[in-house]
């Protein structure tokens, strides 16, 4: 069954230094997703993707981030200059397309800490 | 904005008990749909309920979604230590992103 991939699995960064997260969609889908989900706490969505441009972002998704998609397959959440709070799993999701009924498939996600 | 609000927050159950989490929407719904987090793993989507008063069936869980669609509930019958996990459920409201409750653990003693 096709996957969701995401690397590298942990990252650990000094406070201050910027960050690329990095997934493979699952080829046919056309909408991607990045949530974060603190240690123990629910997962919160960041940002949607279609089309090459931001389709929705939270509260969450302010200037210190930001995504692109630099060729056919990759999809990539980047922190500008990281925070001890950004210390959280990052996890990548895609589903075939947008709307209420189309579940999301989620890569095994990134361990970000921040020291 | 749109809350979802899940509880329990955790549940410690003997195997072969049951286990019911319930999900509360502070708006309507046009959908819902439960995940499950195995300890260290990622979001795992289970199912999708859509209409008003839905019930739905896999195996030893009943999935339903209120007649009002603003609640919904995961029961699982005798549960097994492969139950063990985190359970969301996550809504769709309008035009809004998915938007996950904030789960229930259930661990599960043998």
């Known amino acids: 069954e096709p996957e969701v991939t995401q690397t590298p699995s942990h990252q650990v960064t000094q406070m201050g230094q910027e960050v690329i997260l990095r997934c493979v969609p699952i080829?046919?889908?056309?909408?991607f997703y990045w949530y974060r989900q603190i240690l123990g706490q629910k997962v919160e969505f960041l940002v949607s993707?279609?089309?090459?441009?931001?389709?929705?972002k939270s509260e969450i998704f302010d200037d210190q981030f930001s995504v692109e998609r630099p060729d056919g397959s990759n999809f990539t959440l980047k922190i500008r200059s990281t925070k001890l709070e950004d210390s959280a799993m990052y996890f990548c999701?895609?589903?075939?397309?947008?709307?209420?009924?189309?579940?999301?498939?989620f890569g095994d996600g990134t361990r970000l800490s921040i020291l | 904005g749109q809350q979802v609000m899940q509880i329990p927050q955790y549940q410690h159950v003997q195997e072969g008990e049951d286990f019911t989490t319930y999900c509360n929407s502070s708006?309507?719904?046009?959908?819902i749909q439960w995940y499950k987090q195995r300890p260290g793993g990622h979001p795992v989507f289970l199912i999708q309920?859509?209409?008003?008063?839905e019930v739905k069936k896999q195996k030893r869980l009943t999935f339903q979604f209120g007649e009002a669609k603003k609640n919904s509930s995961l029961h699982i019958t005798a549960t097994q230590t492969t139950d063990v996990g985190t359970y969301f459920c996550?809504?769709?409201?309008?035009?809004?992103?998915?938007?996950f409750g904030k789960g229930t653990r259930l661990s599960v003693i043998a």
């Open positions: 708006t309507t719904l046009s959908n």
């Open positions: 993707f279609y089309n090459n441009e931001i389709s929705e």
């Open positions: 996550a809504g769709y409201s309008g035009n809004t992103p998915l938007v």
């Open positions: 080829s046919n889908h056309l909408y």
């Open positions: 309920l859509v209409k008003s008063g």
């Open positions: 999701a895609s589903s075939q397309d947008r709307g209420s009924n189309q579940p999301q498939h």
